[in-house]
């Protein structure tokens, strides 16, 4: 079976029985489009930002499609963050099913924290944050641009941000005061908040931990979390560590999946039934825990 077919295929198990919203999240302008109540097949380009610059960014793009073409619509859009050593691709298991779940997912290798990078720096992870402010203005602009495959695909007034471990940091490093408000909702895999993050405008937070995690301690995530102020839940994979969970096959995978896809459609989509879903999906004894915690 190919990965679109196993893609929509479990995207359809996930989805079944989800009906249109019809309004959305308080506080959030109405849905877009309706909420997607079937799997779409996954299409994937790649492009570079900025590629004259000393900063260039190749960015993998995953998006519903249709015939080999993007779905018809515009669809939500998620800058997703890799970690140190890491690529976008090794990301897969999760962004492929976010855009059969009706999201586009867009992940840039940073230059100098990616794996095969010329030249690695760790301290690098703090100007990640504004590469990923980067690719969001690149797709702003490539939505309106005449010709380009994604033009007129992207809702370009609803983006999130997510990543694992050192991509996790830039997804906070980039909830900071004075940001834009296309910037609507944040996930932070394994990692926690930076100098100055959570100091915006408040935003739905969701934090995935494991809770042997030896690499960034699940108290360097709980920290963050109790530092935000809009609607936060903290998934916590009992006894895991620092991502195994994000393989799909493996204990947790599910409850990951389930969580993050119905936080996103809670906070892209305006879809109440989602947000009302989210604590159950993510709860699996022995596997999983959810704590959930209001705005303030």
Same mark, same amino acid.
């Given at each position: 079976?190919?990965?679109?077919?196993?893609?929509?295929?479990?995207?359809?198990?996930?989805?079944?029985?989800?009906?249109?919203?019809?309004?959305?999240?308080?506080?959030?302008?109405?849905?877009?489009?309706?909420?997607?109540?079937?799997?779409?097949?996954?299409?994937?380009?790649?492009?570079?930002?900025?590629?004259?610059?000393?900063?260039?960014?190749?960015?993998?793009?995953?998006?519903?499609?249709?015939?080999?073409?993007?779905?018809?619509?515009?669809?939500?859009?998620?800058?997703?963050?890799?970690?140190?050593?890491?690529?976008?691709?090794?990301?897969?298991?999760?962004?492929?099913?976010?855009?059969?779940?009706?999201?586009?997912?867009?992940?840039?290798?940073?230059?100098?924290?990616?794996?095969?990078?010329?030249?690695?720096?760790?301290?690098?992870?703090?100007?990640?944050?504004?590469?990923?402010?980067?690719?969001?203005?690149?797709?702003?602009?490539?939505?309106?641009?005449?010709?380009?495959? $994604? %033009?007129?695909?992207? /809702?370009?007034? &609803?983006?999130?941000?997510? =990543?694992?471990? #050192?991509? +996790?940091?830039?997804?906070? *490093?980039?909830?900071?005061?004075?940001?834009?408000?296309?910037?609507?909702?944040?996930?932070?895999?394994?990692?926690?908040?930076?100098?100055?993050?959570?100091?915006?405008?408040?935003?739905?937070?969701?934090?995935?931990?494991?809770?042997?995690?030896?690499?960034?301690?699940?108290?360097?995530?709980?920290?963050?979390?109790?530092?935000?102020?809009?609607?936060?839940?903290?998934?916590?994979?009992?006894?895991?560590?620092?991502?195994?969970?994000?393989?799909?096959?493996?204990?947790?995978?599910?409850?990951? $999946? %389930?969580?993050?896809? /119905?936080?996103? &459609?809670?906070?892209?989509? =305006?879809?109440? #039934?989602? +947000?009302?879903?989210?604590? *159950?999906?993510?709860?699996?004894?022995?596997?999983?825990?959810?704590?959930?915690?209001?705005?303030?």
């Amino acid at each position: 079976m190919g990965i679109k077919r196993l893609v929509a295929v479990l995207m359809t198990t996930l989805l079944a029985g989800c009906a249109p919203a019809a309004t959305a999240a308080p506080g959030a302008p109405p849905p877009a489009r309706p909420v997607p109540a079937a799997a779409y097949a996954v299409g994937v380009r790649t492009f570079t930002v900025d590629p004259a610059s000393a900063r260039p960014l190749p960015v993998t793009v995953w998006y519903p499609a249709d015939g080999g073409a993007v779905a018809s619509g515009r669809f939500p859009v998620v800058i997703y963050s890799h970690g140190l050593y890491s690529l976008p691709e090794l990301h897969a298991g999760l962004t492929a099913r976010w855009a059969a779940a009706g999201f586009v997912v867009a992940a840039p290798a940073y230059p100098h924290t990616r794996r095969g990078a010329a030249r690695f720096s760790r301290a690098d992870v703090r100007h990640q944050p504004a590469d990923g402010w980067r690719v969001i203005r690149h797709l702003v602009r490539l939505d309106a641009r005449p010709g380009d495959p $994604l %033009a007129g695909h992207l /809702d370009v007034a &609803r983006f999130a941000a997510a =990543g694992h471990s #050192a991509g +996790g940091f830039t997804t906070a *490093g980039m909830f900071t005061s004075g940001r834009s408000g296309r910037l609507r909702a944040g996930i932070v895999i394994a990692g926690g908040g930076t100098a100055g993050s959570f100091a915006g405008p408040a935003a739905p937070l969701l934090f995935v931990h494991g809770t042997a995690d030896r690499i960034v301690p699940v108290t360097v995530g709980r920290a963050a979390y109790h530092r935000t102020t809009g609607p936060a839940y903290f998934l916590s994979l009992l006894g895991q560590g620092h991502g195994e969970y994000l393989t799909p096959g493996l204990p947790g995978f599910d409850q990951v $999946l %389930a969580t993050t896809t /119905d936080f996103l &459609r809670w906070t892209l989509y =305006g879809d109440l #039934a989602a +947000g009302r879903r989210l604590p *159950g999906n993510a709860s699996r004894p022995g596997v999983t825990a959810i704590e959930t915690r209001p705005a303030r």
